[in-house]
């Protein structure tokens, strides 16, 4: 199996770390909403005054936040499909090259249609 995973390896490590960007920009906002409400509406450290520059500059951060996961988030689909379909389509061809090679027997014995569900059917379910 290491042998069709090593060729689309850092297409795959591209996509942990797309992955990787979008679960930080999720687990930034919190504490931006957090500064909203506490600084912003209820005005914790400005002596009870509402301070509405803050909310607006925090809400333009959350939505930059929200606009840089979506986009690492795409890119992470991006790149695993490339790593997934590329690797079972390698396993495809592997897999009819082998049954070329029967014999005209062995592919009696086995069925046509069962061959051509292995090649098919089998190789995407298992990845």
Same mark, same amino acid.
């Given at each position: 199996?290491?042998?069709?995973?090593?060729?689309?390896?850092?297409? *795959?490590?591209?996509?942990?770390?797309? %992955? &990787? $960007?979008?679960? =930080?920009?999720? #687990? /930034?906002?919190? @504490?931006?909403?957090?500064?909203?409400?506490?600084?912003?509406?209820?005005?914790?450290?400005?002596?009870?005054? *509402?301070?509405?520059?803050?909310?607006? %500059? &925090? $809400?333009?951060? =959350?939505?930059? #936040? /929200?606009?840089? @996961?979506?986009?690492?988030?795409?890119?992470?689909?991006?790149?695993?499909?490339?790593?997934?379909?590329?690797?079972?389509?390698?396993?495809?061809?592997?897999?009819? $090259?082998?049954? =070329?090679?029967?014999?005209?027997?062995?592919?009696?014995?086995?069925?046509?249609?069962?061959?051509?569900?292995?090649?098919?059917?089998?190789?995407?379910?298992?990845?």
């Amino acid at each position: 199996m290491w042998k069709y995973i090593r060729k689309y390896l850092l297409f *795959a490590i591209i996509a942990g770390l797309f %992955m &990787l $960007g979008e679960v =930080m920009m999720d #687990l /930034v906002q919190p @504490g931006f909403m957090s500064r909203i409400v506490d600084d912003g509406v209820l005005g914790v450290n400005n002596g009870g005054s *509402a301070d509405l520059p803050l909310i607006w %500059m &925090l $809400g333009l951060q =959350m939505i930059g #936040l /929200v606009l840089v @996961g979506g986009l690492c988030g795409s890119l992470n689909n991006v790149f695993v499909h490339i790593s997934s379909q590329n690797i079972g389509n390698e396993i495809r061809k592997d897999c009819f $090259g082998r049954i =070329m090679d029967f014999s005209f027997p062995q592919m009696d014995r086995f069925g046509t249609g069962s061959l051509v569900t292995r090649v098919a059917n089998d190789i995407a379910c298992q990845l």
